[in-house]
C-alpha cells in the first residue's frame, strides 16, 4: 500500500494548517440522493456489497488463544470466527447443520461448538464430531455437515470475513499495523441508533462539526475543522490534533511523538474504524439492521505494552467512556435526528464539500462497489 505519513510528517502538516487556518480538502464536492438513505432496495444493495467484500469483523486481540470465539451478526449474517488448533483464525455461520440454531453466543474460549437445541458437537475447524443418538440420523454424511466456512483473514490486528467471492479486494487492498493481537479487549459494547448506517459512517469523517456539534465535549481540547485526511485504497485516515500539540513546536521535529497530542481515526470501508488514543484504543463496526437503524459494536482496547510500562485500565476506561458518553452521544443524536427528518424530503440530495474528504471518498468507493453488482452491470 502507499505510506501513509509518518507522524512527524503529520505533526507538520498539523502546524501549517493552525498558522494558516487551512484543512485538508477533498478535490471535490459530492451530492448524495437522499434516497440512498431511506430505500430498501437500495439497502439490499449495500447489504450485497458488504456481502461481496471482506468486512472487519473484530481485533485479532479478541482471539488470544486456541479456541476462543466471537459471534456477532455481520452483514446481517451470525458468524462465529475462532482461533483453530494450529492458531490459524477460521469463520463460519452461525447454524447448526441439524435445524439451524446458533453454536456461540457473544465471546468466550471453547474446545468444541457445542450446540445448545439437540448437542451435535462441532469442532474448532468446524468439522462435525458428534451426534448424539446418531442412530436416529441413518444416511448423514458427517463431513456433509461440517458449519458453513466463510472466508476469515488476519491483517493489521484485525480480522477479516467475506461471505461471498469479492467484489474487490476491499479494506483489504490497503491495511496498515493498526492494533496488535498481543492488547487486551476490555469491553465489549452494543447499542442501536434508529439512523441509516452512512449517517453514523459519516459523522467522524469531518472536523467541520467540531465547534458546533461538540462545544463543551471536544472542541475544549480540539480544533474546528482541521484536520489531516489521507486515503489508502478504499480507506481513509483522518488526525483530529488536541490544542495540547501546540507543546510540541519547542521540541525538535525528530523528537516529536504524537502520544497524547493527536487522534488517529482509520476508516475500514466500509463500516469499521480504529481510533487511537494515548489512553486506550477502540474498533467501532457499524452494521446496517434496516435502512433507518443500525447496530453499533463496539471493541474497546488497552494501547499495546511498552517496555516496562505499567498501562492504567482506570485512565483506559475514564478517557474512553467520556469519548463515548460525551462526544459521541452528540453524534448519534445528530445521525437520528437527520434520518427523522428525511421524512420530510427537505433535501432531495446532501452536499458533502471540500472540508469532508473523507466521506467524499467513501461515497465514491461504495458506488463504485454498487455499480459493480451484477443487476447493475446488467
Ligand atoms: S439444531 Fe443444533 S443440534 Fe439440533
Ligand atoms: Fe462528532
Known amino acids: 500500500m502507499q505510506d501513509l505519513m509518518s507522524d512527524a510528517e503529520v505533526i507538520k502538516r498539523v502546524f501549517d494548517h493552525i498558522d494558516n487556518k487551512t484543512t485538508d480538502l477533498a478535490d471535490r464536492v459530492w451530492r448524495e440522493p437522499v434516497e440512498s438513505y431511506v430505500s430498501d432496495e437500495h439497502f439490499c444493495d449495500e447489504l450485497e456489497v458488504f456481502r461481496q467484500l471482506p468486512v472487519v469483523f473484530c481485533p485479532s486481540a479478541a482471539l488470544p488463544e486456541i479456541g476462543s470465539y466471537v459471534a456477532r451478526v455481520a452483514a446481517a449474517a451470525p458468524i462465529v470466527a475462532v482461533r483453530g488448533n494450529d492458531g490459524k483464525v477460521r469463520a463460519f455461520y452461525n447454524a447448526c447443520r ?14 468444541a461448538f457445542i450446540c445448545r437445541y439437540h448437542a451435535w458437537v462441532y469442532g474448532l475447524d468446524g468439522r462435525l464430531k458428534h451426534v448424539p443418538g446418531d442412530d ?10 461440517s458449519l ?9 490486528g484485525l480480522v477479516f470475513v467475506t461471505q461471498k467471492a469479492p ?3 476491499g479494506a483489504l487492498a490497503a491495511v496498515p499495523d493498526l492494533l496488535s493481537p498481543d492488547q487486551k ?4 459494547t452494543q ?29 475544549p481540547y480540539g480544533f474546528n475543522n482541521l484536520n489531516v485526511v489521507e486515503t489508502y485504497g478504499p480507506n481513509s485516515r483522518l488526525v483530529f490534533p488536541f490544542r495540547r500539540i501546540e507543546k510540541l513546536r519547542a521540541v525538535d521535529p525528530a523528537m516529536r511523538s504524537p ?45 499495546s505494552h511498552r517496555d516496562g510500562e505499567v498501562v492504567d485500565i482506570d485512565a483506559a476506561i475514564k478517557d474512553s467512556d467520556f469519548v463515548k458518553d460525551a ?9 437520528c435526528s437527520i434520518q427523522a427528518g428525511l421524512a420530510t424530503r427537505a433535501n432531495t440530495h446532501f452536499t458533502f464539500g471540500r472540508f469532508e474528504k473523507s466521506a467524499v471518498h467513501f461515497h465514491e468507493q461504495l458506488e463504485i462497489h454498487l455499480n459493480m453488482l451484477p443487476q447493475h452491470n446488467s
Open 98 to 111: 441439524h435445524r439451524g440454531m446458533i453454536v456461540a453466543e457473544g465471546m468466550g474460549n471453547v474446545n
Open 136 to 145: 436416529g440420523f441413518p444416511d448423514l454424511d458427517k463431513e456433509e455437515h
Open 148 to 156: 458453513v466456512q466463510v472466508t476469515a483473514e488476519e491483517r493489521g
Open 167 to 169: 467484489l474487490s479486494k
Open 185 to 188: 479487549v476490555f469491553d465489549f
Open 191 to 219: 447499542f442501536y441508533d434508529n439512523a441509516n448506517w452512512k449517517l453514523v459512517v459519516e459523522s467522524a469523517m469531518e472536523g467541520y462539526h467540531i465547534k458546533s456539534l461538540h462545544p463543551k465535549s471536544f472542541y
Open 259 to 303: 502520544e497524547g497530542m493527536l487522534t488517529y481515526v482509520y476508516h475500514m470501508f466500509p463500516n469499521a474504524r480504529v481510533s487511537k488514543l494515548s489512553s486506550h484504543h477502540q474498533l467501532i463496526i457499524i452494521e446496517p439492521e434496516a435502512p433507518d437503524k443500525v447496530r453499533w459494536d463496539f471493541f474497546r482496547l488497552l494501547p
Open 327 to 335: 462526544g459521541l452521544i452528540e453524534d448519534r443524536a445528530a445521525a
